[in-house]
């Protein structure tokens, strides 16, 4: 087999299309409810990430006949965390104990040191095979996660619309703003304080530094997101009073795969808790997104095990687990 690196730009569909039927395949496997990505889905996500920047490398294992047998990547925090690299691969099942993982582990340990990173960290379903490679190569678990799901056609729209009505009682204080696609340059400054409230979720074992958003990055996300051709909804509360943005919650519908969402953050300034506004941003997200994007049938969103207080308010919703998972951390 060889390992070949290639240019993110150079990506072709056709190519992508081989990398979605890896990933299906493990996943088949791995994690049989997941919905697997689709090939213009890498092919944007490689180009793109979640900043508009593309993987910093990118490798493709093939047999020798041509065959696609696995794929990783790495890609590097430019605006934080100037410690760490993340790394993703994918092995065809039928290719399992080949030393395709191992070409692939190899080749982002090289990178990650070339980069200056000393900790790499990645994701991958609990006590599959990826977790067990991963272990016997110098893994160890930071976090247990799981991930929720939302079935927007089964979901009770009058127990949503109550936690709504309640919730809007105790944030009388505070009004919702809907916002469909990219923040104005006007807001962006205010939404950091917004954004970086994240960094209250619990890590656990995680070596990981405070997340920044600058507007440039903010800025960046947005074009990222409208080049993968996720569809960015969010729901932002203010307080009435001063003006200031007290937190938000961001749903991403993916065009690439009709009928697939993912719940991104969702966030309270830590002034502003308290008042139940979590529950207010996703239930009032739930109810716009019935009349929005009709067609939604799966929401997916991940939490650490221990964020209990989202839970609560997932479950509340009428989320149910649907996998369970790890992340991963290696030191260089």
Same mark, same amino acid.
């Given at each position: 087999?060889?390992?070949?690196?290639?240019?993110?730009?150079?990506?072709? *569909? =056709?190519?992508?299309?081989?990398?979605?039927?890896?990933?299906?395949?493990? %996943? %088949?496997?791995?994690?049989?409810?997941?919905?697997?990505?689709?090939?213009?889905?890498? *092919?944007?996500?490689?180009?793109?990430?979640? @900043?508009? #920047?593309?993987?910093?490398?990118?490798?493709? /294992?093939? %047999?020798?006949?041509? @065959?696609?047998l696995g794929f990783? $990547? !790495?890609?590097?925090? #430019?605006?934080?965390?100037?410690h760490l690299a993340? /790394?993703?691969?994918?092995?065809?099942?039928? %290719?399992?104990?080949?030393? /395709?993982?191992?070409?692939?582990?190899?080749?982002?340990?090289?990178?990650?040191?070339?980069?200056?990173? $000393?900790?790499?960290?990645?994701?991958?379903?609990?006590?599959? #095979?990826?977790?067990?490679? *991963?272990?016997?190569?110098?893994?160890?678990?930071?976090?247990?996660e799981a991930q929720?799901?939302?079935?927007?056609?089964?979901?009770?729209?009058?127990?949503?619309?109550?936690?709504? =009505?309640?919730?809007?009682?105790?944030? $009388?204080?505070?009004?919702?703003?809907?916002?469909?696609?990219?923040?104005?340059?006007?807001?962006?400054?205010?939404?950091?304080?917004?954004?970086?409230?994240?960094?209250?979720?619990?890590?656990?074992?995680?070596?990981?530094?405070?997340?920044?958003?600058?507007?440039?990055?903010?800025?960046?996300?947005?074009?990222?997101?409208?080049?993968?051709?996720?569809?960015?909804?969010?729901?932002?509360?203010? #307080?009435?009073?001063?003006?200031?943005?007290?937190?938000?919650?961001? *749903?991403? !519908?993916?065009?690439?795969?009709?009928?697939?969402? !993912?719940?991104?953050?969702?966030?309270?300034?830590?002034?502003?808790?308290?008042?139940?506004?979590?529950?207010?941003?996703?239930?009032?997200?739930?109810?716009?997104?019935?009349?929005?994007?009709?067609?939604?049938?799966?929401?997916?969103?991940?939490?650490?095990?221990?964020?209990?207080?989202?839970?609560?308010?997932?479950?509340?919703?009428?989320?149910?687990?649907?996998?369970?998972?790890?992340?991963?951390?290696?030191?260089?």
């Amino acid at each position: 087999m060889r390992c070949e690196r290639i240019d993110p730009a150079d990506l072709a *569909l =056709s190519t992508a299309e081989e990398m979605a039927a890896v990933a299906a395949a493990e %996943a %088949a496997v791995e994690t049989p409810t997941a919905i697997p990505p689709s090939a213009e889905g890498i *092919l944007l996500q490689a180009r793109h990430g979640h @900043d508009d #920047h593309p993987n910093d490398a990118l490798w493709l /294992v093939r %047999a020798d006949e041509g @065959d696609l047998l696995g794929f990783g $990547s !790495v890609d590097v925090t #430019h605006w934080d965390n100037p410690h760490l690299a993340f /790394v993703f691969c994918n092995v065809a099942p039928a %290719a399992r104990a080949k030393g /395709v993982g191992t070409r692939l582990v190899e080749a982002q340990l090289t990178e990650a040191r070339k980069l200056g990173r $000393s900790t790499l960290l990645t994701f991958t379903p609990m006590d599959g #095979h990826a977790a067990r490679f *991963l272990a016997a190569n110098g893994f160890e678990v930071g976090q247990h996660e799981a991930q929720r799901r939302l079935e927007p056609r089964n979901l009770d729209y009058p127990h949503v619309e109550e936690l709504a =009505s309640r919730a809007a009682a105790a944030a $009388s204080e505070y009004e919702l703003v809907r916002l469909d696609g990219p923040a104005s340059e006007e807001m962006l400054p205010e939404l950091t304080a917004v954004f970086e409230a994240i960094n209250d979720a619990p890590n656990d074992d995680l070596a990981l530094d405070p997340d920044r958003f600058p507007p440039e990055r903010l800025r960046r996300y947005d074009a990222a997101m409208t080049a993968r051709r996720q569809h960015v909804y969010r729901v932002l509360a203010r #307080h009435r009073r001063t003006g200031e943005w007290a937190g938000h919650t961001i *749903l991403c !519908v993916d065009d690439t795969r009709p009928g697939y969402g !993912v719940q991104e953050d969702t966030s309270v300034v830590r002034a502003h808790r308290g008042h139940q506004l979590g529950m207010w941003l996703k239930a009032t997200m739930l109810l716009w997104m019935r009349e929005e994007q009709p067609a939604l049938t799966t929401i997916d969103t991940w939490n650490a095990t221990t964020n209990t207080h989202m839970i609560a308010v997932n479950d509340a919703l009428g989320c149910r687990v649907s996998a369970l998972g790890v992340a991963m951390q290696r030191r260089v």
